[in-house]
């Protein structure tokens, strides 16, 4: 049952709205765009089983995808399993006054549009796309496998990525491409919760690469955010020639102002830190008045002079192993991609034709209007 609110509203977080079904940072500002629209917000996430008949075979399980959207602080509610074509009875359903989704479109699997019914009815409104960020963008620079892929986007081999997943010389779809991302202090404004700690906060501290924003991340943080009554997280940020250091091959896939909003849009994160020192020192620590240290079960580099990067916390007695229970890496999630990239990529590129062939009747539509 719903809380009594004055304005309820649900919008559809498809990941495969977007290519490849990938949680990123877009999907998280569409979200709280639409949050900004009311004072409640539904999201509905669709099973594998939808996703697979329309759009093709989705990256993230079903149980996966319901966790992640979950774990974004601007939604109140999800639905599991909901319906692909959304209806007006779905609306209802569920109390909601209107729903909402991007500026691009999302199709069947015979090509109609699945908000035809709730727009003739006046209960849609839309978002803006977030520039700059998308699963085929994403899937290119994981396929890349090089450690300059976010800088390189002239590439050869990038251009040739993109031409298979995203907008290349024979495609033209302005909803299925790439482009590049420019981080701006609004946007950063925008995803911060630009809460102070307060008396009596545990404050905690984590960091990482936290690099394509995954399940295993959320389970994490959660974990970390139960370790006291009232937490307040903070998580250092590594830059990504630091990250590339430790993880080497092609890493990190999302460069540090995108993995910024991907984090800051968790609920369980207080706050970010940008470029934060490899090291856990004692001036980090004592400038945030740090309570509590913890890191994951997954292996702890070395610095580059060989020194354990968590020896100040250990000596102070604050720092703690976590164990979330979920052994998911973004190593697992590139190799998901790179085994599956065929059917990836007949998945966008059957995409691209169902919108094109919109695109051109939209495009008759207005010759005919305008001949009349």
Same mark, same amino acid.
């Not at 359903?93 to 003739?120: M, P, Q, S, W």
């Not at 006291?228 to 630091?242: M, N, R, S």
């Not at 990239?341 to 998945?347: D, G, K, M, P």
């Given at each position: ?227 006291? *009554?009232?937490?307040? &997280?903070?998580?250092?940020? +590594?830059?990504?020639? /630091? $990250?590339?250091?430790? =993880?080497?091959?092609?890493? %990190? ?32 620590? *004592?400038?945030?008045? &740090?309570?509590?240290?913890? +890191?994951?079960?997954? /292996? $702890?580099?070395?610095? =580059?002079?060989?020194?354990? %990067? ?63």
């Amino acid at each position: 049952m719903l809380p009594s609110i004055s304005y309820c509203f649900f919008i559809l977080l498809v990941s495969c709205s977007y290519s490849y079904d990938m949680v990123h940072y877009g999907h998280s500002n569409q979200l709280r765009q639409a949050k900004s629209m009311g004072d409640y917000l539904i999201a509905g996430v669709h099973t594998d089983e939808e996703i697979s008949k329309h759009k093709g075979p989705p990256v993230f399980t079903q149980e996966e995808r319901y966790k992640m959207v979950r774990a974004i602080k601007w939604v109140d509610e999800i639905v599991e399993g909901a319906p692909y074509v959304t209806t007006l009875e779905t609306l209802d359903k569920y109390n909601c006054d209107f729903c909402v989704h991007g500026d691009d479109i999302t199709l069947t699997v015979d090509g109609k549009d699945t908000y035809a019914e709730v727009k003739r009815a006046g209960r849609y409104r839309e978002c803006k796309r977030t520039q700059g960020v998308s699963t085929t963008d994403l899937v290119g620079r994981m396929l890349l496998m090089t450690k300059a892929h976010h800088s390189n986007m002239d590439n050869t081999n990038y251009q040739q990525h993109t031409d298979n997943f995203g907008r290349g010389a024979t495609v033209h779809s302005p909803w299925t491409g790439v482009s590049q991302f420019l981080q701006t202090s609004q946007k950063i404004i925008q995803f911060a919760s630009g809460k102070e700690p307060q008396p009596g906060d545990t404050i905690i501290y984590v960091a990482g690469a936290f690099d394509l924003f995954h399940i295993g991340h959320v389970d994490f943080l959660e974990m970390v955010y139960k370790q006291a *009554d009232k937490p307040y &997280v903070i998580v250092g940020l +590594h830059f990504d020639q /630091e $990250v590339n250091r430790y =993880k080497r091959k092609n890493y %990190p896939i999302m460069n540090v102002h995108e993995r910024t909003l991907s984090v800051l849009a968790c609920r369980y994160v207080s706050e970010v830190v940008i470029g934060a020192p490899y090291a856990v020192g004692k001036d980090l620590l *004592d400038h945030f008045k &740090v309570d509590l240290v913890c +890191h994951g079960k997954t /292996e $702890v580099f070395p610095d =580059k002079d060989g020194a354990d %990067p968590y020896a100040e916390p250990r000596r102070r007695g604050i720092f703690r192993t976590i164990d979330s229970g979920n052994n998911l890496t973004t190593d697992d999630i590139v190799q998901r991609i790179i085994e599956n990239r065929l059917q990836f990529e007949a998945r966008n590129q059957k995409k691209e034709a169902k919108e094109m062939a919109v695109i051109e009747a939209m495009k008759r539509r207005e010759h005919q209007q305008q001949e009349v």
